[in-house]
């Protein structure tokens, strides 16, 4: 598969914030609500089609499911179909999960927090029963999908995403991890990794794709990912060690960007690597 440098990703980016600035939407944009059982309450769903969807298309769409709607699922929307457009990606669909209880969503079942002066389970385990039982189910009904759903996390939301590739690895075909951040001073990475482990080692449907990365010590200030590079290095050597071969795995540490920037660049090149549809490689 083709891979772009952070310089072609930094000039693509800015190509791609300079049309978006100057020509219409390239998707349409619909917005959901699903009474969930798992959650017991309403989660909302953003829902950005391709700009040409067709819902009788024989070979259907994929479907990236993003943590922490807003501004991401709408870039990474809008760079699906930047892609598609200069033939490196077939189009798809992008769904952005509203935040409900986003701390304590995130949170894995097996950690608490404490809220109102009393401890809470998390209730990472309820989130992504209602993404397998509820929301893909909706998506599939709902949308002509083909199968290929890849599932995106930035920060705690990376955090959730290791935690979701411990519980239930073939879920989804890819998991693009991006700058996760897992707090309290390693002790919740340090389970969700001893998790993560254990499941590597069982025999069960895992994805075709993982996709790791982070900031680096280039850039400093507030935003610097420099405080999540040890977890990144823990994290990043359990998966070499255990994954099946037939899971493809990229890791990097971009050095010059922040929290924010790593985001940008790192969708842009976890979209080629998992849809290029060019034969060449590297």
Same mark, same amino acid.
């Given at each position: 598969?083709?891979?772009?440098?952070?310089?072609?990703?930094?000039?693509?980016?800015?190509?791609?914030?300079?049309?978006?600035?100057?020509?219409?939407?390239?998707?349409?944009?619909?917005?959901?609500?699903?009474?969930?059982?798992?959650?017991?309450?309403?989660?909302?769903?953003?829902?950005?089609?391709?700009?040409?969807?067709?819902?009788?298309?024989?070979?259907?769409?994929?479907?990236?499911?993003?943590?922490?709607?807003?501004?991401?699922?709408?870039?990474?929307?809008?760079?699906?179909?930047?892609?598609?457009?200069?033939?490196?990606?077939?189009?798809?669909?992008?769904? #952005? *999960?509203?935040?409900?209880?986003?701390? %304590?969503?995130? =949170?894995?079942?097996? $950690?608490?927090? +404490?809220?109102?002066?009393?401890?809470?389970?998390?209730?990472?385990?309820?989130?992504?029963?209602?993404?397998?039982?509820?929301?893909?189910?909706?998506?599939?009904?709902?949308?002509?999908?083909?199968?290929?759903?890849?599932?995106?996390?930035?920060?705690?939301?990376?955090?959730?995403?290791?935690?979701?590739?411990?519980?239930?690895?073939?879920?989804?075909?890819?998991?693009?991890?991006?700058?996760?951040?897992?707090?309290?001073?390693?002790?919740?990475?340090?389970?969700?990794?001893?998790?993560?482990?254990?499941?590597?080692?069982?025999?069960?449907?895992?994805?075709?794709?993982?996709?790791?990365?982070?900031?680096?010590?280039?850039?400093?200030?507030?935003?610097?990912?420099? #405080? *999540?590079?040890?977890?990144?290095?823990? %994290?990043?050597? =359990?998966?070499?060690? $255990?994954?099946? +071969?037939?899971?493809?795995?990229?890791?990097?540490?971009?050095?010059?960007?922040?929290?924010?920037?790593?985001?940008?660049?790192?969708?842009?090149?976890?979209?080629?690597?998992?849809?290029?549809?060019?034969?060449?490689?590297?």
């Amino acid at each position: 598969m083709q891979k772009l440098s952070v310089s072609v990703l930094t000039t693509t980016l800015f190509y791609m914030a300079f049309t978006v600035a100057v020509t219409p939407p390239a998707t349409a944009q619909e917005e959901f609500s699903i009474q969930s059982e798992n959650t017991q309450d309403t989660r909302e769903i953003i829902v950005h089609l391709p700009k040409n969807y067709d819902p009788d298309r024989d070979e259907g769409y994929p479907v990236i499911y993003m943590l922490d709607a807003g501004s991401k699922d709408k870039l990474t929307a809008e760079m699906a179909s930047y892609y598609h457009w200069g033939d490196l990606m077939p189009e798809v669909i992008v769904i #952005g *999960l509203k935040n409900v209880r986003r701390g %304590l969503d995130f =949170l894995p079942h097996y $950690h608490s927090a +404490e809220i109102d002066g009393e401890q809470v389970s998390g209730n990472g385990d309820k989130l992504l029963a209602y993404i397998e039982n509820e929301l893909i189910p909706f998506a599939n009904n709902r949308f002509n999908t083909n199968g290929d759903d890849v599932f995106a996390g930035h920060s705690w939301g990376g955090q959730y995403l290791t935690y979701a590739l411990s519980q239930s690895p073939g879920l989804f075909d890819a998991y693009f991890i991006t700058s996760p951040a897992f707090g309290d001073a390693g002790k919740w990475s340090r389970i969700t990794f001893d998790a993560l482990e254990q499941a590597l080692k069982q025999d069960q449907d895992f994805p075709d794709l993982v996709y790791l990365s982070t900031g680096g010590d280039g850039s400093p200030g507030p935003l610097s990912d420099s #405080g *999540l590079l040890p977890d990144y290095y823990r %994290l990043a050597a =359990l998966l070499r060690r $255990h994954l099946p +071969e037939q899971v493809e795995f990229h890791h990097e540490v971009h050095d010059s960007a922040n929290h924010t920037s790593n985001g940008a660049i790192s969708i842009a090149k976890a979209l080629q690597l998992h849809f290029a549809t060019s034969p060449e490689s590297e």
